[in-house]
């Protein structure tokens, strides 16, 4: 294919200076293994876009509502349509996957997970944890933080303003978009080795899910002090990227309380499911045994089987996650239910 190209830029009318510019833009992406998009017509011949109104054509096609935060807040979503999702995934596939991260990064990465990044905490008594998040995390990142990523890859101004706009929504990154979690990552790979950078000076551990920031250590004398200083150097380094810490979930994990890293507990013998979990899924499957799977789903006033089904294999699966004979016992009692 590259020969090919090559052969169309020489051949072609263009001056000897335009050939040695395509020639080395096509080498360039070529090299990195990205796909050569020459300019805006050829992009649009891609996708078989026909609407040159990129913006438009993104809210036109993506559904828009919001759903509850568990503070009672709102969080809103943008669901594309199947056209906007299949270029959206060419896009995560063909170009954001193939862009190395941060190794601190576990969210949405291949074979890590939350439990991966709770397993980068695990100490021997004493120890603290120190977690946060960053506020308002995908609306924070805009439009040209978005486009910096794609004119770093090597796409020309035009090409990288396309794919930004396919990828953002009014000017910033948005919930609900295949290509949201990758470029997430690829925007905090900087601040994620200035974190780590902070680890090593104090000989603590970093580690991060989405915008879930997390750092730990041995509790021992002058902790608290050093959790104080990493608190105000975290938000003075978002601060330098246009991002704020979330005050109201910045918590300090020490002595003896329960330590929750995205979800699951650590302790010094290593990753545990919280109770509720366990507990909640087995009630549910025993109102299933006792009653049946259509009476309990009636008395609960939920209607569809289907979903229902899917929520407590979810639930099942995160479980085996953790504690595979646990979870194991969960999936085939579900699997056991009656549920015709």
Known sequence: MIKQILHNIISSNLSKEDKEILTQYAENLYLK????????????????????????????????????????????????????????????????????????????????????????????EPFWIFSTDIKDFFPSISYNDVKKIFMEIGYSDKVSEAFSLLTTVDGKLIQGFPTSPMLSNIFLR???????????????????????????????KGYLTLVKNIKRIVSFILEKHDLAINNE??????????????GLIVTSKGVKIPQRFIRKLSKEIYYCQKFGVNDHLKYQGIITIANYKGYLIGLARFIYMVDKIQGAKFIKEIYDLDWD
């Open 33 to 124: 293994n990205f796909p050569i998009i020459f300019d805006v017509n050829q992009f649009f011949l891609l996708f078989e876009l026909t609407d040159n109104d990129l913006e438009k054509f993104i809210i036109d096609n993506t559904n828009h509502y919001h759903i509850n935060k568990r503070n009672g807040e709102l969080r809103e979503v943008w669901q594309p349509n199947h056209k906007v999702k299949i270029i959206q995934k060419w896009i995560l596939k063909n170009i954001l996957n193939k862009i190395e991260v941060s190794p601190y990064a576990h969210g949405f990465i291949k074979n890590k997970s939350i439990l991966t990044n709770a397993e980068v905490h695990l100490y021997q």
């Open 190 to 220: 900087d601040i994620d080795e200035e974190f780590q950078k902070i680890a090593v000076r104090y000989n603590i551990r970093y580690s991060r899910y989405a915008d879930d920031i997390t750092f730990s250590g041995i509790q021992k």
């Open 249 to 262: 979930k910045t918590r300090l994990m020490k002595d003896k309380h329960t330590k929750i890293v995205t």
